[in-house]
């Protein structure tokens, strides 16, 4: 299978500038054009080992980001998005392409995959068990995540757990993980072999890194996990590590709460959402440092709750 790798710099700039790369997530196709050099980059780096299609194959989501034209490309270049042919937001700064297209990859997902329950959590895999994240911004969840990542368990997704609804099997969506601030000098530290992007400076949500996936879990892209715990995380400064039982009720309403597509899935969405609390073990999670969280989930995932 051709992965991104395989193609030539050259080759890899010329099918974004023209017919499009199509590059392969998890379940999804999505057809990417771009003439962005930032983008080219980052693409080139993050994602070397994703498998990539014939430029003319089908494709589930149809991007590009390109240039903003007028007179302010001359002194204060920007970077549009656009997809199939709607631009629904305002343009970013040239520099801030690359996490622009991370961003607009989740929204593309978040608004048309509704053959899924969509929830706003990491998720990872380790010894055969499945351990769900849900967690707003500023909660510590990537962190985490990466730190888990750089010790050994599958990464599944940063961003998007993807319950498939039929079964209630939850789909890999393996995709760079995304720090913020202080997380990334503090995962530099943690794992100083880890592939992480260049900084981008004054986004919406401060500095942006990302973290380059385990080529294994791109290699299990299509393998997909039963969840058996949903930890709701919280990065505490100087909090004890903690790890307390949560009442099915509330772990309903924590996972609905982080839910993108919940409401608009109805009867079917609070049936796998049942299903979902009901097959697993959910937890209150605080923690403060990296070595002993790590400790905790490797006991969690090897023994059970």
């Not at 998720?123 to 962190?143: C, D, F, N, W, Y």
Request: hydrophobic share 45%; aromatic share 10%.
């Amino acid at each position: 299978m051709l992965t991104i790798a395989d193609l030539p710099r050259r080759e890899l700039a010329a099918r974004l500038a023209g017919p499009g790369l199509v590059l392969r997530t998890g379940p999804f196709a999505n057809r990417i054009r771009s003439d962005i050099p930032y983008l080219v980059d980052g693409i080139a780096l993050l994602y070397a080992d994703y498998p990539v299609d014939e430029p003319g194959g089908f494709a589930d989501f149809h991007l590009s980001l390109h240039r903003a034209g007028g007179v302010r490309r001359w002194f204060r270049p920007q970077v549009r998005f656009a997809h199939e042919g709607m631009t629904p937001f305002k343009p970013l700064p040239l520099a801030q392409a690359y996490p622009m297209f991370e961003w607009v990859m989740n929204w593309c997902v978040s608004h048309r995959a509704h053959a899924y329950l969509i929830i706003h959590a990491a998720v990872l895999e380790r010894h055969g068990r499945a351990v769900i994240l849900p967690a707003p911004p500023g909660s510590g969840k990537s962190t985490l995540c990466a730190a888990l990542v750089t010790r050994g368990w599958r990464l599944l997704s940063d961003e998007m757990t993807l319950v498939r609804l039929d079964d209630g099997a939850v789909l890999p969506l393996p995709r760079p993980v995304s720090l913020k601030n202080g997380s990334i000098d503090v995962i530099r530290g943690y794992a100083p072999d880890a592939v992480l992007s260049r900084p981008v400076e004054n986004t919406a949500k401060g500095t942006i890194a990302h973290l380059k996936p385990p080529a294994d879990s791109i290699a299990r892209a299509f393998d997909p996990a039963r969840a058996a715990f949903i930890v709701f995380p919280r990065y505490e400064a100087q909090a004890a590590t903690s790890l307390a039982p949560l009442a099915k009720a509330r772990a309903f309403m924590g996972v609905a709460e982080n839910a993108f597509n919940y409401q608009v899935l109805g009867v079917r969405g609070f049936k796998a959402l049942g299903d979902l609390i009901e097959s697993t073990a959910a937890f209150e999670f605080r923690y403060s440092k990296l070595d002993e969280a790590v400790t905790l989930f490797e006991r969690l995932a090897k023994e059970g709750a």
